[in-house]
């Protein structure tokens, strides 16, 4: 089956770490790009991050600016979101997504309606809370 594999949420208190991973399963990243979307509760989904894996840019949020990190292994079949400092209002399911590199074309990827993303992952929760 394809579809990226998230892991890595849970409880943390503010002001702490979390890293999540979104692992690719039955396909590779090279010629995606890949987002962090977030939901919480009563909201609309948030793009959060995106990296395209074709020249390795990244795009944020400026929710998150300076806090969170995405990033990817070597290999190109994992890709990390490197969060710090988390707040409370950080609180929700975030999800990985997969787009192609020829559908985003020149877009800005958080531009994107995640509608048109190719892959979503099953979430995992994050919960900031003390």
């Known amino acids: 089956q394809v579809q990226p594999v998230e892991s890595g949420g849970g409880l943390v208190q503010p002001g702490g770490s979390l890293r999540l991973s979104c692992a690719a399963s039955?396909?590779?990243?090279?010629?995606?790009?890949v987002a962090w979307f977030r939901q919480a509760p009563g909201k609309e989904r948030e793009g959060v991050s995106c990296?395209?894996?074709?020249?390795?840019?990244?795009t944020y949020a400026d929710s998150v600016k300076g806090r969170f990190t995405i990033s990817r292994d070597s290999a190109k079949i994992t890709s990390y979101l490197q969060m710090n400092n988390l707040k409370p209002e950080d609180t929700a399911v975030y999800y990985c997504?997969?787009?192609?590199?020829?559908?985003?074309?020149?877009?800005?990827?958080?531009?994107?309606?995640?509608?048109?993303?190719?892959?979503w992952g099953q979430g995992t929760q994050v919960t900031v809370s003390s």
């Open positions: 997504a997969a787009i192609s590199i020829p559908r985003l074309s020149r877009r800005i990827c958080l531009s994107v309606t995640p509608e048109e993303f190719d892959y």
């Open positions: 039955g396909f590779t990243l090279d010629y995606y790009a």
């Open positions: 990296l395209r894996n074709n020249d390795g840019s990244t």
